[in-house]
């Protein structure tokens, strides 16, 4: 009787140690993501001459390997206040920061096309781009004296919509971009530098 509670107490820990491990991995999210669409948010040169921005703030419950961001732009064929509207080609750019608004990294790409909704897609995969657990957000903004709209929603995710220039940055609790964020939980780490998510960037291979 003995032997055979031993046996099972060994097969016990066997699943033990093999299952939970994967479960727990599972657990790990793997991205954010918005795709609704009833407002929207102006970005670029304004009237100040200042250039507004917008972004999204969100959580990871894991360290991962950050992959991409995209946002959900909108441009038409008319002027704003005097500036000119984003058209097909032009760059926009998507940074990276940490949860003390620092830049990690930037990503160019171009508008697809000069009018109605598009997804604009940021790939960081190359930089092999790792980040702590933690508060991180994605930003959206363009060096190009024009202007363009993120489309927004009411809040869908645990995050703020943030929305700013070089000055000032205001955060929104009524409503989020649409946006998407992906990242890889099951990355290995290397080492680390001196900011990122939680204030700490990892270096994967």
Do not use: H
Request: hydrophobic share 45%.
């Amino acid at each position: 009787m003995m032997r055979r509670q031993g046996l099972l107490t060994a097969l016990f820990l066997l699943i033990a140690t093999t299952i939970l491990p994967l479960t727990a991995g599972a657990q790990c999210m793997t991205g954010w993501s918005n795709a609704n669409t009833s407002d929207f948010e102006y970005f670029g040169l304004n009237v100040s001459g200042q250039r507004s921005w917008v972004g999204q703030e969100f959580t990871t419950d894991c360290s991962g390997q950050f992959l991409r961001a995209a946002f959900l732009v909108t441009v038409d064929f008319f002027s704003f206040n005097g500036v000119t509207t984003l058209t097909g080609g032009d760059t926009v750019t998507c940074s990276v920061l940490d949860d003390q608004n620092r830049v990690i990294a930037s990503v160019d790409n171009v508008l697809e096309s000069g009018f109605g909704n598009q997804w604009v897609v940021f790939d960081f995969t190359a930089m092999e781009l790792g980040l702590a657990a933690g508060v991180l957000s994605v930003r959206l903004d363009t060096s190009l004296d024009a202007y363009g709209w993120v489309v927004t929603d009411i809040n869908r995710v645990p995050g703020r919509m943030m929305i700013g220039d070089a000055d000032n940055t205001f955060y929104s609790e009524n409503k989020d971009t649409a946006f998407e964020v992906v990242w890889d939980p099951n990355a290995v780490v290397v080492g680390t530098e001196e900011y990122s998510w939680g204030a700490v960037k990892a270096l994967f291979r």
